[in-house]
């Protein structure tokens, strides 16, 4: 079965600083990886996806992740923070089955930004 | 023109009551799906529709009836609510399939508070 584990809970960066968001995956076949994020009282955007093409992905927002099979990681990072990156991330697994996609969200981080 | 539209945004009644929410995605998507997010940020899926078709129920108790009268509508009705039901209920939609494993679209979420 899929799932995905977000390491940690919050996460606190200095403005300007790089950002780390840690997923971890747990997937029987070749997965689809996604960061959504999601801003107070907001929807949810999608930030970037892996779709098994290239293994470095860049998304909106200066935001990039790295598809690592051996380490079956998935994380996030941003090499300066910004006041605006505060919210919450999702990082999601999907999976198929009777031919349409599940999607599987993990526990979510918080991203606080400090001044 | 917004992807994925639900309506109320928010949505507060009396425990016993009933009372609906509408989806709507104008991205000619053959799947949609209703998400809760409870009081912890964690988003759970609830119901997956394939062209019309109920595909994934997910041990929702039966007091919720997804609805859908065509791909592009997928309506939440939830009987005899509980101060439990409480929470963020957002519709998605997404491709059936495709070679791009394609993410999922979400609405602004409705604020469903049962008093």
């Known amino acids: 079965a899929q799932s995905v584990t977000q390491l940690d809970s919050h996460v606190s960066v200095s403005e300007g600083t790089p950002v780390l968001l840690r997923c971890n995956y747990s997937s029987s076949y070749s997965p689809s990886l996604f960061w959504y994020v999601q801003h107070p009282n907001k929807g949810l955007q999608l930030l970037l996806k892996y779709t098994s093409a290239a293994t470095l992905v860049k998304g909106i927002n200066g935001f990039e992740a790295e598809f690592k099979k051996s380490e079956t990681s998935f994380h996030l990072t941003k090499p300066s923070a910004h006041m605006s990156d505060a919210a919450e991330y999702f990082c999601?697994?999907?999976?198929?089955?009777?031919?349409?996609?599940?999607?599987?969200f993990g526990t979510g981080t918080r991203l606080k930004v400090l001044a | 023109d917004t992807a994925v539209s639900q309506t109320p945004k928010y949505l507060v009644t009396q425990m016993g009551n009933d009372k609906s929410i509408k989806c709507e995605q104008n991205?000619?998507?053959?799947?949609m799906y209703w998400y809760k997010q409870d009081s912890k940020k964690f988003l759970k899926i609830m119901f997956s529709y394939n062209n019309k078709e109920l595909i994934i129920n997910e041990t929702v108790p039966n007091r919720f009836s997804p609805k859908s009268p065509d791909k592009a509508h997928l309506n939440l009705h939830i009987n005899s609510l509980e101060l439990g039901d409480s929470a963020v209920y957002f519709c998605?939609?997404?491709?059936?399939?495709?070679?791009?494993?394609?993410?999922?679209?979400f609405g602004q979420g409705t604020r469903l508070t049962v008093v």
């Open positions: 991205l000619g998507h053959d799947t």
């Open positions: 998605a939609s997404s491709q059936k399939t495709g070679p791009g494993r394609a993410e999922a679209f």
């Open positions: 999601v697994v999907s999976m198929v089955g009777s031919g349409t996609y599940k999607y599987i």
